[in-house]
């Protein structure tokens, strides 16, 4: 069973600033199946990018994944007022689905 | 327009059942594995279950194993799970979510429904 491991827990940053979100996994997550979500209150899940770095339909270009093996890492490049939720990382590299714990981007 | 539409949920006592229901629209349902996805009050997300397109190959997170049953009724665009002995650890939204269309599980999430509430409780 692979185990996901978000850092930090809060990031507290303005408007304007670069978020950098970091999922690490317990044992190499195979070809790369790594997934974000974003969740607002109240709101479902939205997912932005699979594949560890493809953007999913209509996710804005400051939405950016990478990393590989281990280490993923989710980057938004300026963060606008409609990004300030919840992140989740999730690996899909075996029959059983696993997410990362969350990391919450709140306002400064 | 791709929509999931959860039903089913409410108020249980802890060891009883509840079967939820996720009805399907604006895509070939029979094509996409289908999963559920729960969410404890203020806490994480957490994969509860998959199945296959046919209903052939079902997953289940540990802690629901032989408690809990997905299926999927294709003529009726439907995805179900149902839940027996029910404890007060199982008290969360659900949410009903579409997979991949590969014949493989390995399935990022998308979309998602709006959830349903499950509260276990005497």
């Known amino acids: 069973e692979i185990v996901l491991t978000q850092s930090p827990g809060t990031l507290s940053l303005s408007p304007g600033e670069r978020a950098t979100l970091s999922c690490r996994a317990s044992?190499?997550?195979?070809?790369?199946?790594l997934a974000w979500y974003q969740q607002k209150p109240g709101q479902a899940p939205r997912l932005l990018i699979y594949?560890?770095?493809s953007r999913a339909t209509g996710i804005p270009d400051r939405f950016s994944g990478s990393g590989s093996g281990t280490d993923f890492t989710l980057t938004i490049s300026r963060l606008e007022p409609e990004d300030f939720a919840v992140y989740y990382c999730?690996?899909?590299?075996?029959?059983?689905?696993?997410f990362g714990q969350g990391t919450k981007v709140e306002i400064k | 327009e791709v929509q999931l539409v959860e039903s089913g949920g409410g108020l249980v006592q802890p060891g009883g059942s509840l079967r939820l229901s996720c009805a399907a629209s604006?895509?070939?349902?029979?094509?996409?594995?289908m999963s559920w996805v729960r969410q404890a009050p203020g806490k994480g997300l957490e994969w509860v279950a998959n199945?296959?397109?046919?209903?052939?190959?079902?997953y289940y997170v540990d802690s629901v194993k032989g408690r809990f049953t997905i299926s999927r009724d294709n003529a009726k665009n439907s995805l179900y799970l149902q839940m027996n002995s029910l404890r007060a650890e199982d008290t969360a939204v659900y949410y009903c979510?579409?997979?991949?269309?590969?014949?493989?599980?390995?399935?990022?999430?998308?979309?998602w429904g709006q959830g349903t509430l499950v509260t276990v409780s005497s």
């Open positions: 979510a579409r997979g991949g269309w590969l014949r493989v599980p390995y399935n990022w999430f998308d979309p």
């Open positions: 604006g895509f070939t349902f029979s094509s996409y594995w």
């Open positions: 199945i296959k397109q046919d209903g052939s190959e079902k």
């Open positions: 044992q190499s997550v195979s070809s790369s199946y």
């Open positions: 594949g560890a770095s």
């Open positions: 999730q690996q899909y590299g075996s029959s059983l689905s696993a």
